[in-house]
């Protein structure tokens, strides 16, 4: 099976959740067009009030939707947009994938993996319990961060579900995923 988007979504308000919506517009350098998190620089409202100049390497986040039916086997509801995310996507490990991973959005988007998204406090508002279900253990013990990985925008383009998505490696050796 070919990796695809299954649903875009975006809100020009700091809610949790974002609106589902038939297709978004990335802009390279900024993020998606009208999101609330768009800019060059952060703006995520904890990482401004600590430095409001760092880059923002938080313009797009990505969710596999295989969480979503992962966290309906656990109790939980949760549907494309709800966790925040501006792209579901379906067939791809974006959690395996390595920093600086590219992947290649319908016909000309662009983007660049820069690592996991840290689950905050705000998913437990939304379901109780839900940051526990985010988080798992590897067979060593060590902490696996589950709601998405984060990306900036390299190429402008145009994103709507159904989109298929190609995955460019960098030169190895690989850096895992870490927090941004």
Do not use: W, Y
């Amino acid at each position: 099976m070919s990796a695809i988007i299954t649903a875009v979504s975006c809100s020009a308000s700091h809610s949790f959740s974002k609106s589902n919506r038939s297709g978004i517009r990335l802009l390279a350098g900024l993020g998606v067009e009208g999101d609330a998190h768009a800019g060059r620089t952060v703006k995520h409202r904890s990482r401004v009030t600590k430095d409001p100049s760092q880059p923002n390497l938080r313009q797009v986040h990505l969710i596999h939707s295989e969480l979503f039916e992962e966290l309906q086997g656990a109790g939980f509801s949760v549907a494309a947009g709800e966790m925040g995310e501006n792209i579901t996507t379906r067939g791809i490990d974006l959690l395996a994938l390595p920093t600086g991973a590219r992947l290649h959005l319908g016909d000309d988007a662009i983007i660049e993996v820069t690592g996991l998204r840290n689950p905050c406090v705000q998913i437990d508002r939304f379901q109780k319990g839900l940051m526990k279900a985010v988080l798992g253990r590897d067979e060593e013990g060590n902490l696996i961060r589950k709601s998405g990985v984060m990306a900036v925008v390299l190429q402008d383009g145009e994103v709507k579900p159904g989109d298929t998505i190609r995955v460019d490696l960098p030169p190895g050796p690989h850096r895992p995923l870490d927090c941004v």
